[in-house]
């Protein structure tokens, strides 16, 4: 079985295989927010549901046909940045308020969200229309966040 959620040594393939791939990403996110030390989710007053459809939409939006940069390395990130803010002690070095906390792991699930496996060089060399789009600027950190 997987180790916690909330540990270091959490193997996210271990947590996909247990729970199914497809459950994954919203699953841990949501658990995970939950988790969050001295504030619970609820207090940001929003709905429940709507971050459960919203993280499903990035769960199908990840690509399973990119060998590194899929949904499981979003997860994997959002959980690591859940160790950072509780056991890496950043809700307190930088004073983060519960909004903060939220945005930092959401935005860890989605960082590579649809990413197509290739990186900048490619897309600049190869003149693709994320590259025109972004300017020949770092095209698929632009292109994630738009």
């Known amino acids: ?15 996909s295989m247990a729970i199914g791939r497809n459950y ?4 841990l996110t949501m658990n995970l927010l939950r ?3 001295n504030q619970p ?7 429940e ?7 499903n939409e990035i769960q199908r939006g990840y690509r399973s046909d990119v060998a590194y940069h899929n949904d499981l390395h979003g997860a994997d990130v959002m959980q690591m940045a859940y160790i950072i803010l509780t056991e890496g002690g950043l809700i307190e070095l930088a004073n ?3 909004l903060d906390q939220v945005a930092m792991m959401v ?28 300017h ?11």
């Open 49 to 55: 549901n709507k971050l459960v459809l919203f993280l």
């Open 136 to 146: 020949h600027k770092s095209v698929q950190e632009n292109y994630h966040a738009a």
């Open 1 to 15: 079985m997987f180790t916690r959620t909330t540990s270091l040594d959490f193997d996210i393939f271990d947590f």
């Open 24 to 27: 994954t990403l919203t699953y």
């Open 35 to 37: 988790n969050l030390p």
């Open 96 to 98: 983060l308020n519960h």
């Open 107 to 134: 935005a860890g699930a989605c960082h590579d969200y649809d990413h197509d496996g290739m990186n900048n060089t490619y897309h600049v060399n190869a003149f693709t229309s994320r590259t025109i789009r972004y």
């Open 41 to 47: 989710i609820k207090t940001l007053n929003y709905d």
